[in-house]
T-cell receptor, first 110, second 112 residues
Framework: DAKTTQPPSMDCAEGRAANLPCNHS???????VYWYRQIHSQGPQYIIH???NNETNEMASLIITEDRKSSTLILPHATLRDTAVYYC???????????FGTGTILRVKS | DAGVIQSPRHEVTEMGQEVTLRCKPI?????LFWYRQTMMRGLELLIY????????DSGMPEDRFSAKMPNASFSTLKIQPSEPRDSAVYFC??????????FGSGTRLTVV
């Protein structure tokens, strides 16, 4: 699976959009971009995934650049409960392993 | 569905003792994964099963660790003998056809 690069930490004001970047310059054509998050003391939680088109669900939006070398996870109106570690993972969909990196610690502040 | 259920939530044991962690995956899911999380090493995949068959155990740290899945609704991770460096949070996850994973709440293991 391709490697990803994420900033170690970010801050965001409550109510504002949180934009979390991820670089995956060596991504292959059949690899998807997955986002998970882990709130303190809980197991990781699936957020969203996409191949090349932008995706949106009730939790977040995923913007993937045209060359697919980077992506941005957007939480449109961050709340204090969104404070968590966010993991960007690249893998072939339905391929077995999900390998976690170090992620981005997002702190939402009031 | 109650999600992935792990037990116990917390386990404190003495070095040298046997420890058994348990996991009940989501009904109908055909993949089951065991992860370990520590501050130093982050989230590590230990082993995973597909249709109750172990597929990849390359993440199992040593022979003291073993995992079984006797049926589709139950799995165990056993450490014998346990050591202080095994202290970590152990997560179980399941998925359907290897796609989106659902994680349990974890078992916090402390070996003293």
């Amino acid at each position: 699976d391709a490697k990803t690069t994420q900033p170690p930490s970010m801050d965001c004001a409550e109510g504002r959009a949180a934009n979390l970047p991820c670089n995956h310059s060596t991504i292959s054509g059949n690899e998807y971009v997955y986002w998970y998050r882990q709130i303190h003391s809980q197991g990781p939680q699936y957020i969203i995934h996409g191949l090349k088109n932008n995706e949106t669900n009730e939790m977040a939006s995923l913007i993937i650049t045209e060359d697919r070398k980077s992506s941005t996870l957007i939480l449109p109106h961050a709340t204090l409960r969104d404070t968590a570690v966010y993991y960007c993972i690249v893998r072939v969909a339905d391929k077995d392993k999900l390998v976690f990196g170090t992620g981005t610690i997002l702190r939402v502040k009031s | 569905d109650a999600g992935v259920i792990q037990s116990p939530r917390h386990e404190v044991t003495e070095m040298g003792q046997e420890v058994t962690l348990r996991c009940k995956p989501i009904s109908g899911h055909d993949y089951l994964f065991w992860y370990r999380q520590t501050m130093m090493r982050g989230l590590e995949l230990l082993i995973y099963f597909n249709n109750n068959v172990p597929i990849d155990d390359s993440g199992m740290p040593e022979d003291r660790f073993s995992a079984k899945m006797p049926n589709a609704s139950f799995s165990t991770l056993k450490i014998q003998p346990s050591e202080p460096r095994d202290s970590a949070v152990y997560f179980c996850a399941s998925s359907l056809s290897g796609d989106g994973y659902t994680f349990g709440s974890g078992t916090r293991l402390t070996v003293v």
